[in-house]
């Protein structure tokens, strides 16, 4: 499945690090989402864009910015980091809002040190 | 907001048995519900999904049951092969709203 891509696949960084997780769809979507899967726990969902517009912030801490520059791409700017925030980030396209299939990338897997 | 309850955690079959997986939700609003299963080193995969005006959909081995008075739907596999080893997801969600609320996932491991 290469219709969501991400990169990097794997990151390690200090909790002082600025780091930047990169999100591209080659489907035509116009709704681009992040989630967080940590183990044992359900999916978060933690932004959500609308034709680069962002409907959907699920209470999630500030060291989080998303960017949506468009339709295509997505972008999760990382920075001060803390342990707890080590997980698999997910990335995700649909054609529509929630409704519709979505699809998903093969995530980040991000370790905070 | 929605609640997604998933059971069991784990499951073993036998190559060849069936697998049932059990989900339950909150929201009486609520009106789609897919699943996703997620290979080792993979993103989640849509596998089938159910809307709310029907109550059954199959698709080969997999089916899908909805019962929306007892707010619970279940996903079925017949005759399980070793492929079929991974971590399923339930999700639910209302159409048209943003949030797809997911299960805490099943592994299901089919032993050869």
């Known amino acids: 499945e290469t219709g969501v891509t991400q990169t990097p696949r794997h990151l390690v960084m200090g909790m002082t690090n600025k780091k930047s997780l990169k999100c591209e769809q080659h489907?035509?979507?116009?709704?681009m989402y992040w989630y967080k899967q940590s183990a044992k726990k359900p999916l978060e969902l933690m932004f959500v864009?609308?034709?680069?517009?962002?409907?959907e912030n699920n209470s999630v801490p500030s060291r989080f910015s998303p960017e949506c520059p468009n339709s295509s791409h997505l972008f999760l700017h990382l920075h001060t980091l803390q342990p707890e925030d080590s997980a698999l980030y997910l990335c995700?396209?649909?054609?529509?809002?929630?409704?519709?299939?979505?699809?998903f990338g093969p995530g980040t897997r991000l370790t905070v040190t | 907001g929605e609640n997604v309850e998933q059971h069991p955690s784990t499951l073993s079959v036998q190559e060849g048995d069936s697998a049932v997986i059990k989900c339950t939700y909150s929201?009486?609003?609520?009106?789609?519900f897919p699943w996703y299963k997620q290979e080792l080193g993979k993103g989640p995969q849509l596998i089938i999904d159910?809307?709310?005006?029907?109550g059954e959909k199959k698709d080969q081995r997999i089916a899908v049951t909805l019962n929306k008075t007892a707010k619970h739907f279940s996903l079925h596999i017949t005759e399980t092969q070793p492929e079929d080893s991974a971590v399923y997801f339930c999700?639910?969600?209302?159409?048209?709203?943003?949030?797809?609320?997911f299960g805490t996932g099943t592994r299901l491991t089919v032993i050869p």
């Open positions: 929201d009486s609003a609520s009106n789609y």
């Open positions: 489907l035509g979507h116009n709704a």
């Open positions: 864009y609308n034709f680069k517009e962002q409907t």
């Open positions: 999700a639910a969600s209302i159409t048209g709203a943003n949030n797809l609320f």
């Open positions: 995700a396209s649909s054609g529509g809002l929630v409704g519709r299939q979505q699809y």
């Open positions: 159910i809307r709310s005006n029907v």
